[in-house]
């Protein structure tokens, strides 16, 4: 079945320092979602990605899909403890709806 | 936005006993809902998909006598751990999509029930 790597797998930064997840699969991906999950939380839903090579924006968190369609990057600029957390990518490839999440990449902040 | 309700958020059961998990949609109709599991520290597998006034699709390796699920309304879907082991016990989520599928749609996850099987 389709599988999907994030990288890294766990992150630790100091507050104020910038944080990268990367996204990859094997296949082409019809699109990309990405969902934070707190601790002890729930997956919440960010954002998703469409087009080939897109770039999208939410205040500190930049979104970008590759121009393959086979990976992905959330990039979080200044990081703030309000990040904390494990951040999913989840993909849908062509002829499978189905929807696989990434292994996930847990962020923890460093004050 | 969009919002899932999910029952009860955590339950210590004896072995062999069956625990039921109830996820409703509370401001939208929800055609498809899913269910996953997730261990701790690890990502969320996909156990079986939820359509509304048919069976279940269960993905490979979920027992389906096992876990059995149940999606009698639009915004009602329940998945019932029937003889639960030790080894059931895990953080289930539903979630809901307002699409028969999740191509394109986003997820709405509901807060997840904490199963402990003692």
């Known amino acids: 079945g389709q599988q999907v790597m994030q990288i890294p797998q766990y992150q630790h930064v100091q507050e104020g320092e910038d944080f990268t997840t990367y996204c990859n699969s094997s296949?082409?991906?019809?699109?990309i979602q990405w969902y934070k999950q707190r601790p002890g939380g729930h997956p919440v839903f960010l954002i998703q990605?469409?087009?080939?090579?897109e770039v999208k924006k939410q205040k500190r968190l930049t979104f970008q899909f590759g121009e393959a369609k086979k990976n992905s990057s959330l990039h979080i600029t200044a990081t703030q403890t309000t990040d904390v957390g494990t951040y999913f990518c989840?993909?849908?490839?062509?002829?499978?709806?189905?929807?696989?999440f990434g292994t996930g990449t847990r962020l923890t902040i460093i004050p | 936005g969009a919002v899932v309700s999910q029952h009860p958020s955590w339950v210590i059961c004896k072995s062999g006993t069956s625990v039921k998990i109830e996820c409703r949609s509370l401001?939208?109709?929800?055609?498809?809902m899913f269910w996953y599991r997730q261990f701790p520290k690890q990502s969320l597998m996909l156990m079986a998909t939820?359509?509304?006034?048919?069976?279940?699709?269960?993905e490979q390796g979920v027992e389906k006598d096992k876990f059995l699920i149940n999606h009698a309304s639009l915004t009602l879907s329940t998945l019932t751990v029937t003889s639960a082991h030790p080894e059931d016990s895990s953080f289930y989520i539903c979630?809901?999509?307002?699409?028969?599928?999740?191509?394109?749609?986003?997820?709405?996850f509901g807060n997840g029930t904490r199963l402990t099987v003692t």
């Open positions: 990605l469409v087009k080939s090579g």
């Open positions: 989840a993909a849908t490839n062509f002829g499978n709806e189905k929807l696989t």
């Open positions: 401001d939208f109709q929800a055609t498809t």
């Open positions: 296949t082409t991906l019809s699109n």
């Open positions: 939820s359509n509304e006034g048919s069976k279940a699709t269960y």
């Open positions: 979630s809901a999509s307002r699409t028969p599928s999740s191509y394109n749609s986003p997820l709405h």
